[in-house]
């Protein structure tokens, strides 16, 4: 059968070949110079009809005034010179009637040599031929057909639980994936069926690619890894003749692990484009729902996959038989962020006074994944200074940097945009001074670092899993301080609010139309919940309220934003003074600590010896921003 097509291919080729000749010889020849005989080109110089001449060996050729070129091949040099150059060529170009003239002795090309640049042509179009020919039959396992997969089962790559830290429930799901592989039959012989497919989800930079690897280095079975965007190809159907040759490796060496990465790329939901349609993406996911079917009881193969995008995923796919367990891998607590911690410290050398308690503490919100930035950046600005350990300060440094990038010291800031800077950061700190669940103060700064031009940074006492209407308003109402501290103080407002304008409004849309905080409204969602990407999907979806409704929820959230607006207004105008001490001693110093700022609010002496005391280990000095702090984008 692959001889039959190899040959369809070749006759293919070689009509393809005689098209292409065929137009060339008729090009060329639609372009040929006309020959003339020796009496005719006697007589063209004779009545100067020659503008150019130009002789190569024994070929002469000429240009004549109508633009129109003349050939003729001469038998005896000798009377071509004495009748044509000596009496009409070399007078002519004298007297100008002949512009160029150029005269070469040498041999006259053979015929042959004007199809050296068919047979090129032919070459490379036959290698070409063969090349693709080869990689579509996946000769030597280099074909667009054969799946690229990671093998990770050897000794020295190979990942355990032990590697896996702030997961226990995660871990403790997963144990009976272990071992069925290790020892199937007593779950066989009971009549137990293991789930065919695992589906970890949870936000980036979680573990999940680790918790797979993890589970595989403990049941010892090969790891076939591969992410969903490899089964996408140029040609149609690559993408579900990849599925097949994934799941052919995969029952040569079972029982093993098949990971599908990122597996978004290739499983969102059918039919959600613009006219449905059957592309190459949805070929790929059919033949990926054929193969999760076709596993027998005794294939021994568990096919895990990952996303952080579960919502675009194809029913069918999550369907029981196929992905028919879910795993939520979520941001991880205190206890969890400790134990990471740790995990990444191997390796590398802290000063007595870092305290990983504390660390954890500050870093509410962070992942696994941010973890391990956070140590790889303190370790890199502590080899920067040549020190052989990393300090507290190390820490705390590269928590700034991580969150909100490097510091600009050098960057030129007019006085003018200082003093706006700091009395825009000072009203968010007094502002959330005063607010019942606003998180405390950490640092205010005026330096510019990434896109901010300044900060004001809170710190989170403890992990929360849900948010209040309470809280939710005063988090708008620390929002506009900077936005109330503008106007109250300097009688201007600046474009330096436009990021708090932004969050503050879409906080407050999600109170009203999400999560039921209006007494107009009620507790009725309105608009779809998910955050659908398809096109297609959107223009096929009516808005399900009506414009009336619409414009209730528009002045549900006015009133709340005004609401907030109000309140930062009476607060700061309050205190009034404590906003232009704290901005006073922004421009002076530039940066102030959480416990510098207390000591102005409190109405009592800071003392710098305070905030570095050996004898107490300073919770500002291994702290970290929450996901909630506020860098305000200024406009330049």
């Not at 007593?186 to 293991?194: F, W």
């Not at 895990?304 to 995923?313: C, F």
């Not at 705390?396 to 990038?405: E, F, L, N, P, Y």
Request: aromatic letters at 8%.
């Amino acid at each position: 059968m692959k001889n039959k097509k190899n040959i369809g291919s070749f006759l293919y080729l070689a009509v393809l070949m005689v098209i292409i000749i065929a137009v060339f010889s008729a090009i060329s020849s639609g372009s040929k110079p006309k020959s003339v005989t020796y009496a005719e080109l006697v007589n063209l110089f004779k009545e100067e009809q020659v503008t150019e001449f130009e002789m190569v060996g024994a070929k002469v050729s000429c240009k004549l005034k109508d633009n129109s070129i003349v050939t003729h091949t001469i038998v005896s040099f000798s009377l071509f010179q004495s009748t044509i150059i000596d009496k009409y060529v070399i007078p002519q170009q004298e007297a100008g009637i002949i512009k160029n003239y150029d005269f070469s002795e040498g041999f006259t090309i053979p015929w042959w040599v004007s199809f050296i640049p068919y047979l090129l042509l032919f070459g490379a179009i036959i290698l070409v031929w063969w090349y693709t020919t080869k990689q579509m039959n996946g000769k030597n396992g280099g074909g667009f057909a054969k799946v690229r997969v990671k093998m990770g089962s050897d000794e020295k790559n190979r990942k355990t639980f032990a590697d896996v830290a702030g997961a226990d429930e995660e871990k403790e799901e997963l144990e009976e994936i272990v071992d069925f592989l290790k020892a199937p039959r007593k779950y066989l012989e009971i009549g137990a069926r293991i789930p065919k497919g695992v589906l970890l989800v949870g936000p980036p930079g979680t573990g999940k690619t680790l918790l797979a690897k993890a589970v595989a280095g403990e049941a010892q079975v090969p790891f076939f890894s591969i992410s969903g965007s490899d089964f996408v190809e140029l040609y149609v159907g690559v993408g579900a003749s990849r599925v097949r040759d994934l799941f052919d490796q995969a029952k040569k060496n079972n029982p093993c692990i098949v990971f599908i990465d990122e597996i978004d790329a290739v499983g969102r939901h059918r039919g959600a484009g613009i006219g449905g349609g059957h592309d190459e993406r949805e070929q790929t996911l059919n033949q990926l729902l054929v193969e999760m079917d076709g596993f027998g009881a005794h294939s021994g193969i568990i096919v895990m996959a990952a996303t952080n995008r579960v919502d675009t995923l194809d029913p069918a796919l999550m369907r029981a038989g196929r992905f028919d367990r879910q795993i939520y891998v979520g941001k991880p607590d205190q206890n969890g962020r400790e134990e990471i911690l740790k995990v990444h410290a191997r390796g590398k050398s802290f000063d007595p006074d870092v305290n990983f308690k504390d660390i954890a503490k500050s870093t509410v919100g962070f992942t696994g994944a941010d973890i391990e930035n956070l140590l790889n950046e303190a370790a890199l600005l502590a080899a920067r200074q040549n020190k052989k350990t990393i300090s507290a300060q190390d820490i705390q440094d590269s928590v700034m940097k991580v969150i909100a990038g490097p510091e600009k010291k050098s960057r030129k800031i007019v006085e003018k945009e200082r003093r706006l800077t700091a009395y825009h950061e000072a009203g968010h700190a007094v502002v959330n001074k005063f607010l019942t669940t606003a998180d405390e103060v950490h640092e205010i700064s005026i330096i510019p670092r990434g896109f901010a031009g300044g900060y004001t940074m809170s710190l989170p006492q403890e992990d929360l899993s849900y948010s209040t209407k309470n809280m939710m308003f005063e988090e708008i109402v620390s929002l506009l301080g900077g936005r109330v501290s503008e106007k109250l103080t300097l009688d201007d407002i600046s474009t330096g609010a436009s990021n708090d304008i932004q969050r503050a409004t879409s906080i407050a849309r999600s109170m009203v139309t999400r999560y039921g905080m209006s007494d107009k409204i009620g507790p009725i969602l309105y608009g779809s919940d998910s955050s659908e990407v398809f096109l297609g999907y959107e223009l096929g979806n009516k808005t399900d309220y009506s414009e009336h409704v619409a414009a209730i929820i528009d002045d549900e959230v006015k009133s709340i934003i005004e609401s907030a607006y109000n309140k930062a207004e009476q607060i700061l105008s309050e205190h009034l003074d404590k906003v232009k001490e704290v901005a006073e001693r922004l421009l002076a110093k530039e940066k102030i600590s959480g416990a510098e700022f207390n000591a102005i609010m409190e109405g009592r002496e800071f003392i710098e010896a305070q905030e570095i005391s050996p004898s107490e280990p300073a919770e500002d000095l291994n702290s970290s921003a929450d996901q909630n702090s506020d860098t305000d984008s200024r406009e330049e």
